[in-house]
């Protein structure tokens, strides 16, 4: 299985509670894929003497007064008056070779490209100390993998990459191009070779152990669309409450969710606390019901824990 270095959701800051999702489609990683990404929605806010304050998460949702909170998320409104430059993205993945192949080392360059503007170079900013955080995982939603391009010479981000398996995945990337919002890319790919044998997800799994750790999952209020929900995870080890984590990229812990359909991608990062666990606060929502995978990446003695989590997200109640 591959070094993680990190569709769940909330952050205090790309990483503060932040919930995306995609909807675009792709075509095979035999041939060079462009997937349309989620920009910012039409309509925000223009500047009309006052100050804008906007989520660094959900861009379209702005206020004009200081103090207030995302409705999606719970993070802090930021001041931004520039809230998006108003233009389309989309990322081009071009893989080394183009027929990628279990076991065997492989390059994925991925390229911001500005929509009808093509040829222009898309600089982007830094969040949680990486430009791209790419996240990899199989169809089944079994396996997750965390990784980083970084920049080339070229004008693309580069990753070395192997699959540990053959069969289905597929790739988020989350960048922010400067100047303009969240965006994520994705695109699903098949891989040839030993396929991995498919996990079928069913019951709600608010628990994980492994390697000594332990990790539970628990939501302020019942698991239902539209409302935003206070996330918990408490680490321990051995037994005992972890007391001193570490950051990771910035954060205390980072949580991607992501729907069965790997449609609906959510990336949440902490709010802030001033201790260092055992607790992990987050804010989210989810705006489709269905049953969703949560991964949450945490950093303690000296390296970077991978756990997991089913949920069942149900639509509320008929009034």
Not at 150 to 170: C, L, N, S, W
Request: proline fraction near 7%; charged fraction near 15%.
């Amino acid at each position: 299985m591959n070094r993680i270095p990190l569709f769940l959701l909330a952050s205090a800051s790309l990483f503060a509670v932040a919930s995306c999702s995609s909807d675009s489609a792709s075509s095979s990683a035999t041939n060079t894929v462009t997937t349309p990404t989620n920009g910012p929605a039409a309509g925000t806010a223009d500047h009309a003497g006052g100050h804008i304050y906007a989520c660094p998460m959900h861009p379209e949702v702005t206020s004009t007064k200081a103090g207030e909170k995302c409705p999606k998320c719970g993070m802090n409104l930021e001041h931004n008056d520039q809230v998006s430059n108003g233009k389309i993205y989309d990322m081009k993945l071009v893989p080394t070779p183009m027929q990628l192949t279990a076991g065997q080392p492989a390059t994925l360059a991925f390229t911001p490209r500005e929509t009808g503007n093509e040829a222009a170079p898309v600089p982007l900013a830094v969040v949680h100390e990486k430009k791209i955080h790419l996240i990899i995982v199989s169809k089944d939603l079994g396996q997750f993998y965390h990784e980083h391009p970084e920049y080339t010479a070229d004008g693309d981000y580069k990753v070395q990459y192997t699959f540990p398996k053959g069969g289905d995945y597929v790739l988020f990337q989350d960048y922010t191009p400067a100047g303009s919002g969240h965006q994520l890319g994705r695109q699903p790919i098949t891989v040839k070779g030993a396929a991995y044998a498919p996990m079928k997800f069913k019951n709600d799994d608010m628990q994980w152990d492994k390697d000594g750790y332990q990790a539970t999952l628990a939501f302020d209020k019942a698991l239902t669309t539209g409302q935003l929900l206070g996330m918990k995870i408490t680490i321990s080890k051995d037994g005992k409450p972890v007391t001193n984590l570490d950051n990771y990229l910035g954060a205390l812990g980072h949580v991607v969710v992501i729907s069965e359909d790997t449609q609906n991608y959510l990336h949440v990062h902490p709010n802030d606390q001033a201790d260092k666990g055992p607790n992990i606060g987050f804010n989210t929502n989810f705006e489709k019901p269905g049953l969703y995978r949560v991964f949450l990446q945490f950093n303690h003695a000296g390296a970077i824990h991978t756990g997991d989590f089913t949920i069942n997200v149900k639509a509320p109640a008929a009034s």
